[in-house]
């Protein structure tokens, strides 16, 4: 396929489970307005935005609900409905978010399927794809295996294709995979996410993500990194990827969406915008062949910063 050999770096496409997608997707985070909250000022860019997403060669997309809230999810099906067939839509649940614009976890049982209600309606959808249940064990929310259970639940009842988990260790993905299998594991991974600041932006529950990633690759899972840009810090940090984006005459945006490609085979990046410039800066990133000295020198800078 024309979007296969136009990957750098191989494979090209990764498994979840029984469906086949690009790996290199597009985060629906951004598309709602400022703060991921209410409609972006231009609906209708919006809606283009998406339509070129699938354009562009791109069969995956992540999303959630709570999402503006109640507005990415309406966008994608707006833009593309009905489906391509070989469109893959993730999912999240396990988070809401509160009236000051903040962010709360949502995962009891009860909540949980409340929330696989709101992306079924929101979607057009009889069955999600794939769900993440991303986890944030916060005072007062129901224990791991508990919430699990009631997303397996919803899979036993037809809701949810396949499972997938976001914001765990590498012991809670060994729990899950002993009561069901799991396809994907969304959290944060990119070229500052082992040092300092942006460590830290990720909750206390959660391993290295180098041993998270080794865990998803032993068992052929998926890695989705979210923040792989890392929050456009990389320029600062890591000097050594604006000396790889000189030297191959792209962005310092473009070398870190090829570093995370380029780090393992099972990383499935999945950088959001709500700009069509930058979703077309992202798409060519996959274009991009690091070297293996390129790839080790950016890690071993982000480990010493």
């Known amino acids: 396929m024309a979007v296969m050999s136009s990957f750098a770096v191989q494979p090209a496409t990764i498994r979840l489970g029984d469906l086949e997608v690009c790996r290199l997707g597009f985060g629906a985070m951004r598309l709602p307005g400022k703060e991921i909250w209410g409609e972006p000022d231009d609906r209708s860019r919006a809606i283009r935005l998406v339509k070129r997403v699938v354009e562009l060669g791109m069969n995956f997309i992540d999303s959630s609900w709570y999402y503006g809230p109640h507005v990415a999810n309406k ?64 005072p007062g929310t129901a224990p791991f295996l508990e919430s699990l259970d009631a997303m397996i639940d919803l899979k036993k009842a037809g809701k949810i294709r396949h499972l997938a988990l976001s914001n765990v260790n590498a012991s809670q993905l060994a729990q899950a995979l002993e009561k069901t299998p799991i396809v994907a594991v969304q959290n944060m991974f990119n070229v500052g996410s082992g040092s300092g600041k942006l460590a830290r932006m990720t909750h206390a529950q959660v391993d290295s993500p180098e041993a998270v990633l080794a865990a998803c690759e032993a068992k052929g899972i998926a890695y989705l990194p979210f923040f792989p840009l890392a929050a456009g810090a990389h ?22 969406i090829a570093w995370l490609l380029a780090r393992s085979p099972v990383m499935l990046p999945i950088p959001g915008t709500s700009s069509p410039e930058h979703l077309e800066e992202n798409w060519n990133a996959r274009t991009i062949a690091l070297t293996k000295a390129e790839v080790d020198t950016i890690a071993n800078e982000a480990r010493e910063s």
């Open 235 to 256: 320029g600062k940090a890591h000097p050594a990827l604006e000396g790889a984006a000189k030297k191959h005459g792209a962005t310092v945006a473009q070398i870190a």
């Open 75 to 138: 966008i994608i099906a707006d833009a593309l409905y009905p489906y391509p067939k070989d469109l893959v839509i993730a999912s999240k649940l396990g988070g809401r978010r509160t009236p000051d614009k903040g962010w709360a976890p949502f995962s009891r049982p009860e909540e949980l399927r409340q929330g696989c209600e709101h992306d079924l309606s929101e979607l057009r959808r009889d069955v999600l794809d794939v769900v993440h249940f991303r986890y944030v064990g916060a």
